[in-house]
């Protein structure tokens, strides 16, 4: 008799992620997997004024001009500006040297910071509805204006890190704001993938997953007896739904607790959301914190905007690609094998994971 008992719900399979099957998961529950060492929870910093914060009000000096502010320069609740110590730049223009094997494109770009919020230690889901619906908007019409300025510039990366380990080295909160020249590698793997799928089956892949995330249930049948072969409940893997945004836990999750936003009816680039939508988007992102919050509290995390490039295919991405917000939390610390193999490790299924969330009382 083994003394240890083993999960009924035990899953161990690699999951191709439909969108990009290179980048596949190890979904492994079994506790011989647990060790993988976890990830540090981010110091709460609840003070809503710090004196000597760069981005607390009263120290507006301290921070370059402002680029943009909401909704006046003098009572603002948003406020943007160009990053101290930025890793794109318009400054210099450098020629681009190759030699050989390595090649360089040069360095051409923009990188701004986002004070999401007067308050210096505010989480996500502690902020107001309406302010959050504001931040979206600021973030659209960056992005606009940044595509506008510069024809070069193909892609605007919106994102933020919270936590140190995650990336930030400012406790105020803050998003961050990258326009490049080039288009981000994942985010071609997307682009190209969705086309193909696209060219193949005539319909966009993340729509077709949206769809299956809000069947309540599939059947399969075996073709040559007709008897039930599996049933799956699809509808485990939503976790918060809104009017025109859903919130969904991907079935093959590279984080424990991802979970991707997306606008229920297609939509390519971030650029078209209408602004009457963005209360929406800010209930359903201000929630889905929500539950990450109650389930994982004050676990770092990273998430950012994935929105079509806007570069010479833009026009013939429109109808494969959807635009859509990742939110990875971090957990844990990838390991050696993750590193080396690429293959993700995911400790937590994604049906559980999701079902967590969804239990949360809001
Ligand atoms: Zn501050
Ligand atoms: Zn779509
Ligand atoms: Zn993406």
Same mark, same amino acid.
């Given at each position: 008799?083994?003394?240890?008992?083993?999960?009924?719900?035990?899953?161990?399979?690699?999951?191709?992620?439909?969108?990009?099957?290179?980048?596949?998961?190890?979904?492994?529950?079994?506790?011989?997997?647990?060790?993988?060492?976890?990830?540090?929870?981010?110091?709460?910093?609840?003070?809503?004024?710090? $004196?000597?914060?760069?981005?607390?009000?009263?120290?507006?000096?301290?921070?370059?001009?402002?680029?943009?502010?909401?909704?006046?320069?003098?009572?603002?609740?948003?406020?943007?500006?160009?990053?101290?110590?930025?890793?794109?730049?318009?400054?210099?223009?450098?020629?681009? /040297?190759?030699?050989?094997?390595?090649?360089?494109?040069?360095?051409?770009?923009?990188?701004?910071?986002?004070?999401?919020?007067?308050? @210096?230690?505010?989480?996500?889901?502690?902020?107001?509805?309406?302010?959050?619906?504001?931040? /979206?908007?600021?973030?659209?019409?960056?992005?606009?204006?940044?595509?506008?300025?510069?024809?070069?510039?193909?892609?605007?990366?919106?994102?933020?890190?919270?936590?140190?380990?995650?990336?930030?080295?400012?406790?105020?909160?803050?998003?961050?704001?990258?326009?490049?020249?080039?288009?981000?590698?994942?985010?071609?793997?997307?682009?190209?993938?969705?086309?193909?799928?696209?060219?193949? @089956?005539?319909?966009?892949?993340?729509?077709?997953?949206?769809?299956?995330?809000?069947?309540?249930?599939?059947?399969?049948?075996?073709?040559?007896?007709?008897?039930?072969?599996?049933?799956?409940?699809?509808?485990?893997?939503?976790?918060?739904?809104? $009017?025109?945004?859903?919130?969904?836990?991907? /079935?093959?999750?590279?984080?424990?607790?991802?979970?991707?936003?997306?606008?229920?009816?297609?939509?390519?680039?971030?650029?078209?959301?209408? !602004?009457?939508?963005?209360?929406?988007?800010?209930?359903?992102?201000?929630?889905?914190?929500?539950?990450?919050?109650?389930?994982?509290?004050?676990?770092?995390?990273?998430?950012?905007?994935?929105?079509?490039?806007?570069?010479?295919?833009?026009?013939?991405?429109?109808?494969?690609? @959807?635009?859509?917000?990742?939110?990875?939390?971090?957990?844990?610390?990838?390991? !050696?094998?993750?590193?080396?193999?690429?293959?993700?490790?995911?400790?937590?299924?994604?049906?559980?994971?999701?079902?967590?969330?969804?239990?949360?009382?809001?």
């Amino acid at each position: 008799m083994s003394e240890t008992p083993v999960d009924a719900g035990e899953v161990r399979e690699i999951r191709i992620n439909p969108i990009v099957p290179a980048e596949s998961v190890l979904v492994a529950t079994a506790r011989s997997m647990r060790p993988k060492k976890a990830e540090e929870l981010a110091p709460r910093d609840t003070r809503k004024h710090v $004196e000597t914060c760069p981005f607390c009000r009263g120290n507006e000096h301290k921070t370059p001009p402002a680029i943009l502010a909401w909704p006046t320069a003098a009572d603002w609740q948003i406020r943007m500006v160009e990053n101290l110590y930025p890793v794109l730049g318009d400054d210099r223009s450098q020629a681009g /040297f190759a030699f050989g094997l390595q090649q360089t494109i040069d360095g051409y770009g923009r990188h701004e910071v986002i004070i999401d919020h007067v308050e @210096h230690g505010i989480a996500i889901h502690e902020m107001a509805e309406s302010h959050l619906a504001a931040l /979206f908007g600021v973030y659209q019409t960056r992005m606009r204006q940044l595509f506008e300025s510069d024809p070069r510039l193909k892609y605007v990366l919106v994102f933020k890190n919270f936590g140190p380990a995650a990336g930030a080295s400012i406790p105020h909160t803050h998003s961050q704001v990258i326009a490049m020249p080039v288009v981000p590698e994942n985010v071609d793997a997307e682009v190209k993938n969705s086309a193909a799928h696209y060219a193949k @089956h005539h319909h966009c892949i993340f729509c077709a997953l949206i769809d299956e995330a809000l069947t309540f249930e599939a059947t399969i049948y075996d073709r040559a007896s007709g008897a039930v072969r599996r049933k799956i409940n699809v509808g485990q893997y939503v976790v918060e739904r809104g $009017e025109h945004f859903i919130a969904i836990k991907p /079935f093959a999750s590279r984080y424990e607790w991802e979970v991707h936003i997306l606008p229920l009816t297609h939509q390519a680039d971030f650029l078209d959301v209408p !602004g009457a939508h963005f209360a929406d988007l800010a209930r359903v992102m201000r929630r889905t914190m929500a539950r990450l919050d109650a389930v994982i509290g004050g676990a770092q995390y990273n998430f950012f905007l994935h929105s079509v490039p806007h570069d010479a295919q833009q026009g013939a991405h429109a109808p494969s690609y @959807h635009w859509h917000l990742e939110i990875c939390p971090r957990t844990s610390i990838p390991t !050696g094998f993750e590193l080396g193999s690429g293959l993700f490790v995911n400790t937590i299924s994604p049906e559980q994971a999701a079902e967590r969330l969804r239990a949360v009382e809001l």
